[in-house]
């Protein structure tokens, strides 16, 4: 393993090509160590069918929780380019059916509230096609209720041909134990495509 990074965010300011492959963080404090999933960051390859380039990012600071202000944003590369922008939830027991909720291409949410959580699609049209996004799925962060709490995250990307050996990518102290999920990887940029010399953020 080589380390590439510390800290509870590894920023990328410009991809290059070293930089693809898979990722892990690992956490520790005086009493533990733990490791996250691996995460696949890949190069994607751009498209000029609107139906691969359709995608909903769900942008809010700090813990996704009641109260809490959300923007849900409907991205797209298609020539030409979609005119009208329509979300809708899904609702009833299994989600079957879809309710619309707004449009344009940013939907924002003020202020959380219970009735808010749930899956989010948007529609993408203009007077050649009509396209929908995958589902994108909104609900409560739970706190973390880790004692003690994490004091160090340290980052590693793997290489070769099999994701082996492993690169050690930096140090620092946080001030939240992460949740168990899989480290999410979050391009800046506005397109949904993440390619040479954009920037990327890893997020556990």
């Known amino acids: 393993m080589v380390q590439v990074g510390t800290g509870q965010v590894l920023s990328i300011p410009s991809v290059e090509a070293t930089h693809f492959g898979r990722y892990l963080c690992k956490a520790q ?3 533990w160590e733990i490791s996250s999933p691996e995460i696949l960051m890949e190069e994607e390859a751009e498209s000029s069918d609107p139906t691969l380039n359709l995608s909903v990012e769900l942008s809010y600071s700090g813990r996704l929780t009641l109260g809490i202000s959300v923007n849900l944003t409907c991205c797209g590369a298609a020539n ?3 005119e009208n922008y329509t979300w809708y939830r ?4 299994n989600g079957s059916s879809m309710v619309q909720v707004g449009t344009g291409q940013v939907l924002s949410i003020p202020s959380v ?3 808010h959580f749930g899956r989010y699609l948007c529609k993408a049209q203009n007077l050649f096609w009509e396209i929908s996004s995958p589902e994108i799925l909104m609900e409560e962060e739970a706190e973390s209720s880790a004692n003690p709490a994490a004091e160090n995250y340290t980052w590693y990307r793997s290489t070769g041909a099999m ?3 492993w690169f050690k990518l930096e140090q620092d102290r946080c001030c939240l134990y992460p949740l168990w999920r899989r480290p999410t990887l979050d391009d800046t940029s506005a397109r949904p495509r993440i390619s040479f010399g954009r920037s990327a953020l890893l997020r556990y």
């Open 163 to 165: 994701g082996a050996p």
């Open 90 to 93: 899904s609702t009833g027991a």
């Open 80 to 82: 030409p380019a979609a």
């Open 29 to 31: 404090n005086l009493f």
């Open 113 to 115: 509230e219970a009735t």
